[in-house]
């Protein structure tokens, strides 16, 4: 199974509605999103305060961001969203990540060897990710 991770992103709606509608402030999150849709067999959200979420999910407003974290509070974050992973989502699935660095390194090595992990976008910085998600959907 492939299964898309889209980070949240500091750009929110400021009401209660499903994650996907929070986020779909963030022009990235809208051309990740709709890739993840449209490429992947199953999409989930990782939040900076509820971890791994549905799309469907309801959430509120809030400002939490794991750039803004400790080492300590980075690692813990990490281990937890892991777990919900390891959880959620069947082992023998490639698991594409779209989101920052910061994000990634605190999940993937937790993960242990239990999932093939893809990150599409490494080394893009956001107006060449907004490319390649423009260029992703022309073909």
């Not at 750039?67 to 390891?86: C, Y």
């Not at 490494?122 to 423009?134: M, P, R, S, T």
Request: net charge positive; with cysteine.
């Amino acid at each position: 199974m492939k299964v898309g991770l889209i980070s949240c992103t500091k750009s929110k709606h400021r009401m209660h509605a499903e994650a996907k509608k929070v986020y779909h402030k963030s022009n990235l999150f809208k051309k990740a999103f709709a890739y993840a849709e449209k490429n992947y067999d199953k999409v989930y959200i990782i939040s900076a305060k509820h971890g791994l979420i549905e799309p469907s999910t309801v959430i509120g407003p809030y400002d939490v961001t794991v750039l803004k974290m400790s080492k300590e509070e980075k690692e813990n974050w990490g281990r937890e969203v892991a777990s919900q992973i390891i959880v959620t989502i069947p082992r023998d699935s490639t698991l594409y990540f779209h989101m920052g660095v910061a994000y990634r390194e605190a999940i993937i090595p937790k993960l242990g060897i239990k999932y093939e992990i893809e990150i599409p976008l490494a080394g893009l910085g956001i107006g060449k990710q907004l490319q390649w998600y423009n260029e992703s959907r022309a073909n």
